[in-house]
């Protein structure tokens, strides 16, 4: 099996961070957006407040350039748009480098590497790619994921591509059986499945 190595960056398309030393922006806030159910990334804690990975980096940039971060709530597609109409300054959310969003969108620096891989029941025959035939394999709608799985759809014989808003609403699918298996980034789903122990990378 193929997968496309990603590179993880931080969105930016009203403003640009800097890591060295620190410059002055007209405004004093950076307007954030971020998809709230994707850990270890970014996710938000029993007071609302978000924490993860991304969150501490974009705080971090922010601090740097003498700002402070306001983080907005939003849908994983939702982001693309936010930075487009300056809604937002950036967006964090794991979000992959392809040539289609660099029509509209400006990244970062890569900051971080990681593959796609299959996940599925721990219980269930499904070990490679192979093994999808005939099956119902769910998605996060807009993620490479599914842009992956749609694109292989008809040459692996995949039965549905089924697409979902939030990564929990797809594992708790591929959970109770509604979906057959999942197509997502590694590290997001193992860490994940430190709580939900019924489920498993296959590959």
């Known amino acids: 099996?193929?997968?496309?190595?990603?590179?993880?960056?931080?969105?930016?398309?009203?403003?640009?961070?800097?890591?060295?030393?620190?410059?002055?922006?007209?405004?004093?806030?950076?307007?954030?957006?971020?998809?709230?159910?994707?850990?270890?990334?970014?996710?938000?804690?029993?007071?609302?407040?978000?924490?993860?990975?991304?969150?501490?980096?974009?705080?971090?940039?922010?601090?740097?350039?003498?700002?402070?971060?306001?983080?907005?709530?939003?849908?994983?597609?939702?982001?693309?748009?936010?930075?487009?109409?300056?809604?937002?300054?950036?967006?964090?959310?794991?979000?992959?480098?392809?040539?289609?969003?660099?029509?509209?969108?400006?990244?970062?620096?890569?900051?971080?590497?990681?593959?796609?891989g299959i996940a599925a029941k721990a219980d269930s025959p499904i070990k490679a790619e192979a093994d999808l035939k005939g099956k119902i394999i769910g998605v996060l709608s807009g993620s490479t994921g599914e842009a992956w799985t749609k694109q292989h759809q008809e040459a692996g014989g995949f039965s549905e591509v089924k697409g979902y808003d939030t990564q929990q609403n797809l594992l708790l699918d591929l959970s109770a059986g509604r979906v057959d298996a999942a197509v997502s980034d590694i590290p997001g789903l193992e860490y994940s499945f430190t709580r939900m122990k019924d489920l498993a990378v296959k590959e």
Not at 6 to 31: K, V
Request: proline share 5%.
């Open 1 to 116: 099996m193929s997968f496309t190595r990603r590179n993880l960056l931080l969105l930016a398309a009203a403003i640009g961070i800097a890591a060295g030393p620190a410059t002055a922006y007209a405004q004093e806030t950076l307007n954030v957006g971020a998809y709230p159910t994707n850990p270890p990334f970014e996710y938000k804690n029993e007071s609302g407040t978000f924490e993860g990975f991304e969150v501490d980096i974009v705080n971090e940039a922010a601090k740097r350039i003498g700002m402070t971060t306001e983080i907005a709530d939003l849908g994983f597609q939702a982001l693309f748009a936010a930075t487009t109409s300056k809604r937002i300054d950036v967006a964090i959310s794991s979000i992959t480098i392809t040539p289609e969003r660099l029509k509209s969108q400006a990244f970062s620096q890569p900051y971080y590497d990681s593959d796609m």
